[in-house]
């Protein structure tokens, strides 16, 4: 017997699904078989050195010792003001319409914390990341689910949303360029969505974890570029995947000055905001020079290219995503989400993410992460063109 049962919110969360392919990996790996996995999307190159070297730097300058504020120091706000003007034409006042966050994922939590009441309802794309519907259920909240449509370029259909979840909604998270679809944000979307809030009163949270990660001389929007968007929602910033900062817990959250205000105030009583070293290393990640990243998406557009001609040799035709560091592809006929992982484990040692991993709508998809090294995937594809031809 446990000495205390979790709470009831807790024990609501749905129970991992995905034991059995965890199961048969690890029985791979401990017979000695050299699994290579497609599987987890973290960055597998370092981070940039001047990045690293900024840090250095900061931590070793006393003033970045102390407790640091919720609202973060001048600098940090400043840097994401500029990159926001510079890199997307968005203006942001650094005084209250921006401060840091310990990643995207500690602040879309937080904002559920922040909004949702028991019987409140959160929009949540489906496939999505899987806080969209974890951070609702811990606050007594519900996620409805909306569909990312393949015929709509994986945007769900706002008009689908049943009228009575609707009434109930305070928030939705969207997130483009999307994980795990690939895709980018169809012309017109980000419009819809602050026309759909303002008529029901409801906060956008813009997942923006991609926009540096772009290909074929794609460019990415910030959501908050849309005409009025700062009146009905935020951006969630994340350094972890352009930067190759998975493992620092950099973001920012930036827009509207009153849902800022509500974060920050929730934020004082959870934790004490992000260790002011991280902050300076952030600046200086926004105030770097280009070529880290383009090299980086350079190498992002080899492996995709790479994969989807193997895919394609295996029958399985996809088109080239123009972002994100994922492939999403539909299993071949006959097969489930899971059965086509684990088919694609037992023929070539190759983990794949079942798509159903992140919600119902990924069903009948799998995904395929870029963040191996280029001699790996090689490896991958070549098994796969082998095994599953
Ligand atoms: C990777 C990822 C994140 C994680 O961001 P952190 O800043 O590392 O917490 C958030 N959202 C999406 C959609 C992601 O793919």
Partial sequence: MPIAEPSKRLQQIPPYMFQELERRIAEKKAAGIDVISLGIGDPDQPTYPYIVEAMQKAVADPSTHQYPSNRGREEFRQAFADFYDRRFGVQIDAADE??????????????????????DVALASDPGYPVYTGGPLLHGATAELLPLLPEKGFAPDLAAIPAESLAKAKMMFINYPNNPTGAIVPEGFFEEVVAFAREHEILIVHDNAYSETTYDGYVAPSFLATPGAKEVGVEVFSLSKGYNMTGWRVAAILGNADAIQSYWRLKTNVDSGLYEALQLAGVAALEGPPEPLAEQNATYTRRRDLVVAALGAIGVN??????????WAPVPEGHTSTSFAETVLEEAAVVVSPGSMYGPSGEGFFRISLTAPDDRIEEAVERMRAHLS
């Fill in 318 to 327: 996809v088109t080239a995503p123009k972002g994100t560091i994922y492939i």
């Fill in 98 to 119: 921006v401060i840091p966050t310990i990643g995207a994922k500690e602040c879309i939590y937080n904002l559920c914390n922040a909004f949702l009441d028991p019987g």
